[in-house]
């Protein structure tokens, strides 16, 4: 293996949940649903706006918009690197022996916020779907990775916590593993047994 993809979002940053209250937590539970909700999915794919999610969320909610707004950026301000991930990544990185990329659905706003953080500065490079107008698992996004950076997919694992995202990386020759935003000691374990 040479190359290393992860994801962002339940991979290497989340929110602690412990910081937020149960307004936030309730209001982004769709974000775990098999299928994204297509007012999400199209703000990750840069063809729609903070503003007008925030109105979606005020009719799905029937919240204020100055509170929809509040809580829409709560959950920019709250996403933080995953402690084990972030080292993993470090750990990777100083082994000299991995090129790493990042392959994420996120909308522009989250995306700066994220960019901030020391470990991002890691990555060999990145494809972000609201920069690309295209989401994962559409087979073109993970294309676009390849094509960039000129990687051979026998020689690259790809690191995601929705399964139809591994999925469609195996279709195309990525090695796929499933990382468990649910446990990610345990996740950042057994990538740390198979790569270091």
Not at 42 to 61: A, K, P
Not at 80 to 92: K, N
Not at 94 to 119: C, D, K, Q, T, W
Not at 137 to 156: G, K
Request: charged share 25%; aromatic share 10%; net charge negative.
């Amino acid at each position: 293996m040479k190359n290393i993809i992860f994801d962002l979002g339940g991979v290497l940053f989340a929110r602690d949940k412990r910081k937020c209250d149960a307004d936030l937590l309730g209001y982004f539970s769709f974000l775990r649903a098999p299928q994204m909700p297509r007012f999400w999915e199209d703000y990750d794919r840069g063809t729609n706006t903070l503003e007008s999610v925030t109105r979606t969320l005020v009719e799905l909610t029937g919240q204020t918009y100055a509170r929809c707004a509040e809580v829409l950026q709560q959950a920019i301000d709250l996403q933080e690197p995953i402690p084990v991930t972030e080292q993993l990544i470090r750990d990777l990185k100083a082994s000299g022996r991995y090129r790493l990329y990042v392959l994420s659905n996120m909308a522009h706003e989250f995306i700066a916020h994220l960019r901030r953080f020391p470990v991002y500065g890691l990555f060999d490079g990145e494809v972000i779907s609201c920069e690309e107008l295209v989401v994962k698992p559409e087979p073109r996004i993970y294309e676009i990775l390849l094509e960039r950076y000129a990687l051979t997919p026998a020689e690259t694992l790809f690191v995601d916590d929705r399964e139809a995202n591994i999925a469609t990386a195996e279709r195309l020759g990525i090695h796929g593993f499933l990382f468990d935003h649910r446990d990610p000691e345990s996740a950042c374990a057994t990538l740390r047994a198979q790569l270091l």
